[in-house]
């Protein structure tokens, strides 16, 4: 089987097997462009949106091992370290706003309570998709 293109040097003696010209190549990349221009934005908003969710899942989370914590013991855990020493959760909270797990705004117990972490807060500046601050959730 010979191809077009073989077909062509074959009849016209000096005829060259054209590639694609640089306006098809342009009319290709401005088509690229303009999908990456819709696409892009979604994704990068997808990503907030997953951060976000990890986030006030964390929070739950934690904040639920402290309670267990304070209904097994009588007392509020003293650090974050010590519900994982004693599995009440699996590993520290991560917080992937700020994308770290070791730098939360600890909230000691109000009154007399023993214990030192009676609720914990994202320290990440700005808002959530609802309007709070990372620091209310």
Not at 35 to 57: C, G, N, W
């Amino acid at each position: 089987m010979v191809s077009s293109c073989a077909r062509v040097k074959l009849s016209k003696p000096g005829a060259q097997c054209g590639g694609f010209t640089l306006i098809e190549l342009l009319v290709v990349l401005a088509i690229v462009a303009l999908l990456l221009t819709l696409a892009l934005p979604r994704y990068f908003q997808s990503i907030d949106v997953a951060k976000e969710t990890i986030l006030v899942q964390n929070l739950r989370t934690t904040r639920d091992a402290i309670d267990k914590f304070y209904g097994d013991t009588g007392r509020y855990p003293e650090s974050l370290t010590e519900l994982v020493e004693k599995k009440y959760v699996r590993e520290m909270p991560y917080d992937p706003i700020v994308d770290s797990d070791a730098k939360w705004t600890i909230v000691p117990p109000p009154g007399e309570a023993k214990g030192s972490v009676y609720d914990l807060k994202s320290p990440a500046e700005g808002l959530a998709r609802n309007g709070k601050p990372f620091a209310d959730l």
